[in-house]
């Protein structure tokens, strides 16, 4: 089983629709947990970190949920620019270990 | 502000053959790390270094070495090239640790025949 595991996708929503990604850690003893954005041959750039009491930023919002070991994005009023690869990363003293990403492409 | 730099972007070199990809940062950064990125693989730890001095296997070191002798850089050697290390290598800093969000770099992307 992988540390990390997501849904590789690819989703197809249209523009403004709201998609949801989830994420499954196995490392209990993992500390901090971030989602990144990589779009095509480009470098992954952070999106957000993610924090046990949720946080949110404009159209995202990140969720954590410890107890299943879980991490979700949301996005919300999606926007052809959001087209990308979402890595989910979670780190463990010092190592990062990225789930293999979830594609999402958004169609006029 | 150049953050982190990577050179070559593109290399293509011939199995058993040996090279170096260079990595360098300007932002003072402790942290280094490698990554490569596969298919369907997502990014997987080579090695990362805390401080200049100090490194570390990643969850696929083999084939690969590292140095740090200053803060600024990390390169990373392929001893002998096969063509399992076609990737795209992906260096990243960050200021104390793997715990911090990472600067990547554009990468290199490598190609072994």
């Known amino acids: 089983r992988k540390e990390v595991e997501q849904d590789p996708g690819p989703f197809n929503v249209p523009e403004g629709a709201t998609v949801a990604f989830n994420c499954t850690y196995s490392n209990s003893a993992s500390q901090s947990f971030f989602w990144y954005r990589q779009d095509c041959r480009k470098e992954p750039k952070l999106l957000m970190s993610?924090?046990?009491s949720g946080n949110e930023d404009g159209r995202f919002t990140a969720q954590l949920n410890r107890a299943s070991q879980y991490i979700s994005l949301l996005i919300r009023d999606s926007k052809l620019s959001d087209s990308a690869t979402y890595l989910c990363v979670c780190t463990s003293y010092g190592k990062l270990t990225f789930g293999q990403g979830t594609i999402l492409t958004v169609h006029p | 502000n150049a953050g982190v730099t990577q050179t070559p972007k593109f290399q293509v070199l011939k199995t058993g053959q040996s090279m170096t990809l260079q990595c360098a940062q300007d932002m003072n950064h402790e942290y280094m790390s490698w990554y490569r990125q596969d298919p369907g693989m997502g990014l997987r730890l080579i090695h990362y270094?805390?401080?200049?001095?100090?490194?570390d296997q990643g969850e696929v070191p083999n084939g690969y070495n590292v140095s740090r002798s200053t803060t600024e850089d990390f390169p990373l050697r392929l001893l002998s090239a096969a063509p399992s290390q076609t990737s795209v290598y992906f260096c990243?800093?960050?200021?104390?640790?793997?715990?911090?969000?990472?600067?990547f770099g554009d990468g290199t992307r490598l190609s072994i025949l």
């Open positions: 993610v924090y046990s």
């Open positions: 270094s805390v401080g200049a001095g100090i490194t």
């Open positions: 990243a800093s960050s200021p104390i640790g793997g715990d911090q969000p990472q600067h």
